[in-house]
């Protein structure tokens, strides 16, 4: 049989689409191999939202030069946004990249692959953008407890930094039928937890449904016991949707939705589409109804024109709404952005300052937010050992709080109430009280 070794880098999307790629070539025969030096096709499915994602993704099929010289018949793909964003110019820095597929594209995989075996074929590209989604049957992805579902892919707002809207496309959701068949598939299968995914999760739609109707039919799927959700934007949440999250249970009340900026120059700047005291009152709402929110966001420091009065606002917000975590980014222009053009005119080296004075600002608001919260018993859910100490297991409860506690690497996949006794700035430690199935 032959064999594929796929390596993604990027956002959860990519490393879900690298999974159902995979699943997909396992319905036409292929097996995936552990190691590059055991297969005969090198997929790599890139990012660029970032330049350093890109420089890593460029740097590692660079290096596949040797690996295909070294047996005959080998073939590099390059999937993904860097694919879509390049097109035909990648085969120029790249010559020895057989293929381009982007996020589009994936169902044509296996018939590429095919015209591949003609020795006349070369350098093959499919980039259209006709909004397909890939459908690939999930049960293959059994065997884990947690699993990624795309709700939708794409994205409709037209954030001046990102790159994601030229080389995803338009935002197109999946049919509920589709991803709630997916859910039982994957519950089935010993999956425990999914997370519904999607640019801005929470602007689908299809038809009368949107994301909170989702939202509850997963829950109510045997054997799902927590469904998460990423990424949500502002200026998509509804009342509706508040109320689902309101409700509880599995559904999680954990809400990765990125302010990106804590000054509302820089927010119209960016085309936000919000500015920071509407931002502000949404998470209030939240607050009042949903049980035991925890908020995380992303921020981008030293976008063109951001001034120290711009950042200082940015700090404040941070210290101010008490996020669980936050995700901050030194700004770089993308190729294919509407930001792009503009003068990045913020010196590398305040950029550098502003990111670790916000990651600094970040750790002291968790600090003493974690502080609140010792003596609490909470489920976790036991995802695997502690890189940093095997003799513990790493886990998180239903608002995302990252919790290490003493137990064995059998008891991956099953909730343990555990009690916090330790926090750092970024996590918990505890002990487990009563174990649960
Ligand atoms: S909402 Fe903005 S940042 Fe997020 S994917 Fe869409 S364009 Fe990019």
Not at 322 to 334: E, T, V, W
Not at 351 to 366: N, V
Request: with cysteine; glycine share 8%; net charge neutral.
């Amino acid at each position: 049989m032959p064999r594929v070794y796929l390596a993604a880098y990027g956002c959860q999307m990519n490393v879900l689409d690298a999974d159902r790629v995979r699943d997909l070539l396992a319905t036409e025969g292929w097996e995936t191999a552990g190691e590059p030096e055991d297969a005969d096709l090198y997929l790599i499915n890139t990012c660029s939202v970032r330049e350093h994602a890109e420089q890593r993704a460029s740097a590692v099929a660079g290096s596949l030069k040797r690996w295909k010289a070294q047996r005959p018949g080998r073939r590099i793909g390059v999937l993904g946004c860097m694919a879509q964003r390049e097109q035909g110019e990648l085969f120029g820095r790249l010559p020895h990249v057989d293929f381009l597929c982007g996020p589009e594209n994936y169902p044509a995989l296996p018939e590429m692959l095919g015209r591949l075996d003609d020795p006349a074929v070369t350098h093959l590209a499919a980039l259209e953008q006709h909004g397909e989604v890939l459908e690939v049957e999930a049960s293959r992805r059994g065997g884990a407890f947690q699993a990624f579902v795309a709700v939708s892919q794409g994205c409709d707002r037209t954030c001046t930094f990102c790159v994601v809207p030229k080389t995803r496309g338009l935002e197109k959701s999946r049919a509920p039928e589709a991803i709630l068949a997916e859910v039982r598939q994957l519950a089935a299968a010993g999956v425990r937890e999914v997370t519904f995914l999607g640019q801005t999760v929470n602007s689908y739609r299809w038809e009368g449904t949107d994301l909170g109707d989702l939202l509850r039919a997963a829950a109510g799927t045997e054997g799902i016991r927590r469904v998460r959700t990423i990424t949500h934007h502002p200026a998509h949440m509804t009342e509706r949707l508040i109320s689902a999250f309101a409700e509880g249970g599995p559904i999680c009340p954990s809400l990765p939705m990125p302010l990106q900026s804590g000054s509302d120059r820089v927010l119209a700047a960016m085309r936000r589409g919000y500015t920071v005291d509407r931002y502000r009152r949404l998470v209030d709402r939240l607050r009042e109804r949903v049980e035991d929110l925890e908020l995380t966001s992303d921020f981008i420091v030293g976008y063109p024109g951001e001034s120290e009065e711009d950042f200082e606002a940015t700090l404040r917000e941070v210290r101010a709404v008490g996020f669980l975590n936050i995700f901050a980014f030194k700004y770089s222009p993308r190729p294919g952005t509407e930001a792009f053009p503009l003068v990045d005119d913020v010196p590398q080296a305040d950029k550098e300052r502003r990111h670790r004075l916000l990651l600094d600002a970040q750790a002291e608001t968790s600090r003493a937010r974690n502080q609140a919260q010792l003596g609490r018993a909470l489920e976790i859910l036991a995802e695997g050992p502690s890189k940093r100490d095997p003799s513990r297991l790493t886990g998180r409860d239903r608002s995302g709080r990252l919790v290490h506690f003493p137990g064995q690497a059998a008891q991956a996949g099953t909730f343990v109430q555990v009690r916090l006794e330790r926090a750092s700035g970024l996590s918990f430690s505890g002990r487990a009280c009563i174990e649960e199935s």
